[in-house]
């Protein structure tokens, strides 16, 4: 059983154009997570998706950033126009549910530079 | 504000130590408490206590809740070098999300051999 499938696993983008992030989450999980984590910041939650739905998102900025879980294919991170700022490792995390009895299944991350 | 806040923010022990990471949270309508390791990529998670006083035990790891002073702590044994990693600790309330789970800082423990 494959577990969470994050690509690429490093991504370097000139400021100002676009990244876009893969998670493809554990066979029979439906529950989508998006996470980014700085050194010093910890893991901080984004956005929060089921099947072909935004539940949450919360923790994700209003401009440029856009998430998607499609019926068919992985979840998509979109970071539009990328600042330096935007420099993380973003992690998807998956569970067969959308309470917090079921762990999150984390993906190895993608950890993206902007130059 | 929930909060979860880890100590210490990192340990270096030798082979053969027992260390004793500690977490306490501050979390509206706490539900459970989890531990996770991440080395260099992904968390991957070892325990989620949900009830104060009883041991979750894996291998050399254990780890127990204590509800009444907000806390866990996390226990290694006969550490090796393969335990070196951060340690990260999550409190979840029961507004029935994960996206509840409040994040610490992690503590980073390196094994010396």
């Known amino acids: 059983n494959a577990g969470v499938m994050q690509n690429p696993r490093h991504l370097v983008r000139r400021r100002g154009q676009e990244a876009r992030l893969r998670c493809s989450p554990m066979k029979g999980h439906s529950h989508v997570y998006w996470y980014r984590q700085l050194p010093e910041e910890g893991l901080k939650f984004m956005v929060y998706l089921q099947k072909e739905n935004i539940i949450d998102e919360s923790g994700m900025p209003k401009e440029r950033f856009s998430a998607e879980f499609p019926k068919e294919g992985p979840s998509i991170l979109r970071i539009q126009q990328v600042v330096r700022g935007d420099s993380a490792a973003y992690f998807c995390a998956s569970s067969p549910r959308g309470d917090s009895q079921s762990p999150l299944h984390f993906g190895n991350g993608t950890r993206l530079t902007v130059t | 504000e929930d909060k979860v806040v880890q100590s210490p923010l990192s340990l270096v022990v030798h082979e053969g130590d027992t260390v004793t990471l500690n977490c306490s949270y501050e979390v509206t309508n706490f539900r459970s408490l989890l531990w996770y390791k991440q080395e260099k990529k992904a968390p991957t998670f070892l325990f989620m206590l949900?009830?104060s006083g009883i041991e979750k035990k894996s291998g050399r790891l254990s780890s127990i809740l204590d509800k009444k002073e907000l806390s866990s702590i996390l226990n290694i044994t006969a550490t090796q070098t393969g335990d070196s990693a951060i340690y990260l600790c999550a409190g979840g309330s029961n507004a029935g999300n994960n996206r509840k789970l409040i994040w610490g800082l992690g503590t980073s423990l390196a094994v010396n051999p």
């Open positions: 949900t009830s």
